[in-house]
């Protein structure tokens, strides 16, 4: 996966603890975090401070005063607002996860929600609800519904370091908001934020519990119960797979024994454990604590149970990514297993739509492309950003829809929508079924791909950029891109906007019929991205980094 290979490139040297379990000396003070969100005010005139809405959502930490108090009642007061505007009433599904942040600002949020008469409905049992958990919840509720929809906010920065805090909101679709949704609400936010919350509605959060406009709902039963509808349990069990999860810590802990009871699984959940903290973590590649499922470091300790398992696999703090160890080759890079799970899902879902296309974002893997290609299947590529497949997904149109960075989500059986978000529970438990299945791991089954269809050979690498570099960068376009080849071999396209629905993908895009490159600048450093793949072999790889560096830095200067 292009973002493993990158921590390797951008950090000559790996910090001596990576992949060890963490160190005392690096867990965070929870009660300094929680006094920091409560206590410390953002400064609206300070960029750093201000909300804003990148890809998933709004995240910072309440130590920088990037995710405080006066954040989450903003954004908040913000979402009541933008419903109030677009005649949303239904109820508003609210899920958080583990991290130490996600607590205060469920309480912050609910003060605010009840205040604007908003009912919320919270989870009952376990307090924590993962990102495709609420995506599920909502179209369960709006399905068969024209008026009164609902929509749903997450509490969480995803698998960002444990001092960190996440806002994201999804819209009656369920999948994550636009851009012009999310750029509304952060506006509105920083409006709030700068005149000193004035028009933030609120409740004390004791007389906000007590509320009638705050309902209990089993998110844990609702979404386990429905699991048949999407993963052949009858045939995991037949297999008599001996299967392994670690929830990371994260919002999914209580889902996976509910799964294992009641389809009666071999299925051993390795880590328990919940603790703000993440003290049980194994230390990501920079030294910090990162909850990745696609990081051979954080993962770990994992990887070196593989044995005990036939397969296993662990998904991030919320839950809407994956990570899956193969016992015949360890961690699996996400976009190996995306291409893996594309083949199997297109062989064995024989309801689905005749039409349903495979959905990928334009830095994934073109071997998906060649999966798609055998099974004769409409390719449809697309920016960064999940969002883009949400209304594929939603309509049925879209089989399955995946990203390079470990995230997906596909039909049901019978071809209805399950989730417009990604959804790291689902793709780990079709690890099991397509073993128990085949009579192969995903690790064999990948291998047997890439011997009919070529081999991938990726990484992704950053060089700095001013923001009036990456502004340029952002705007380039083909007529831009001098040379007529690449890396040896004649270039076949260059691209500004995504085949498959003509948005602009912020960059470029160079391909040739043996490799490719895509540079983009990133949304929140001082620096722009470049992702390659190789069908031939590591140096040709080296070759396309090297020349597209220089491609670049030529259009840039120009």
Not at 158 to 176: F, L, Q, W
Not at 266 to 275: F, H, I, Q, W
Request: overall charge negative.
């Amino acid at each position: 996966m292009f973002h493993e290979l990158l921590r390797e490139t951008m950090s000559p040297t790996l910090s001596p603890l990576a992949g060890k379990p963490a160190p005392a000396s690096i867990l965070i003070d929870v009660p300094q975090l929680l006094a920091a969100y409560a206590d410390l005010a953002p400064d609206p005139a300070d960029p750093a401070q201000r909300v804003a809405f990148g890809t998933s959502g709004h995240r910072g930490s309440s130590l920088q005063r990037s995710f405080n108090a006066a954040h989450v009642l903003a954004i908040s007061q913000a979402i009541c607002d933008y419903r109030a505007m677009k005649g949303i009433d239904g109820p508003l599904f609210v899920a958080m996860d583990t991290h130490a942040l996600s607590a205060p600002a469920f309480e912050h949020a609910l003060e605010v929600f009840v205040a604007n008469e908003v009912t919320a409905m919270v989870s009952v049992g376990t307090p924590y609800t993962p990102t495709p958990v609420l995506s599920h919840a909502i179209l369960v509720y709006n399905r068969g519904r024209t008026e009164h929809l609902a929509d749903g906010i997450v509490l969480s920065p995803s698998h960002n370091p444990p001092a960190d805090g996440g806002y994201k909101y999804n819209p009656p679709n369920g999948g994550p908001a636009d851009t012009d949704v999310t750029r509304w609400i952060q506006d509105r936010a920083n409006a709030l934020l700068s005149d000193g919350l004035k028009e933030v509605r609120r409740v004390p959060y004791a007389q906000a519990r007590r509320s009638p406009r705050v309902v209990t709902h089993d998110y844990v039963a609702s979404y386990v119960s429905d699991l048949p509808n999407i993963v052949d349990f009858d045939l995991i069990r037949a297999g008599g797979l001996r299967l392994g999860v670690d929830p990371l810590g994260g919002s999914g802990v209580h889902y996976w024994g509910a799964i294992a009871e009641r389809y009666r699984l071999d299925l051993t959940v390795v880590n328990p454990v919940v603790d703000p903290r993440f003290a049980f973590m194994c230390v990501d590649w920079d030294g910090k604590i990162r909850m990745d499922p696609s990081s051979k470091y954080a993962m770990a300790g994992l990887i070196a149970m593989k044995d005990r398992f036939d397969v296993a696999f662990a998904c991030d703090t919320d839950h809407d990514r994956h990570g899956i160890v193969a016992k015949s080759g360890g961690l699996m890079l996400a976009n190996h297993y995306l291409a893996t799970l594309v083949d199997y899902l297109f062989r064995h879902r024989p309801h689905w739509r005749a039409d349903a296309a495979v959905g990928k974002t334009v830095v994934s893997t073109s071997l998906i492309d060649r999966v798609a290609a055998r099974l004769d299947r409409r390719l449809y590529e697309v920016p960064v950003g999940f969002k883009w497949f949400a209304h594929g997904l939603f309509d049925g149109s879209l089989g399955f829809g995946g990203e390079e960075s470990a995230g997906a989500s596909l039909l049901r059986m019978d071809g209805g929508v399950w989730s417009t978000d990604k959804d790291g529970l689902v793709p780990s438990l079709l690890a099991a079924e397509m073993t128990a299945c085949e009579g192969r791991d995903p690790g064999e089954l990948y291998e047997r791909i890439v011997a009919d269809l070529g081999r991938p050979y990726s990484d992704r690498v950053d060089a700095p950029a001013t923001a009036d570099q990456k502004a340029r960068l952002g705007r380039l376009s083909p007529a831009q891109v001098s040379g007529t080849e690449l890396a040896g071999d004649p270039i076949t396209a260059v691209l500004d906007k995504a085949p498959g629905n003509g948005a602009p993908i912020g960059g470029i895009k160079v391909m040739t019929a043996q490799g490719w490159f895509a540079a983009r600048p990133s949304g929140t450093e001082a620096i722009y991205k470049i992702y390659a793949e190789s069908f031939r072999d590591e140096n040709h790889l080296h070759s396309l980094i090297a020349e597209a560096n220089k491609m670049v830095d030529a259009a840039l200067a120009a």
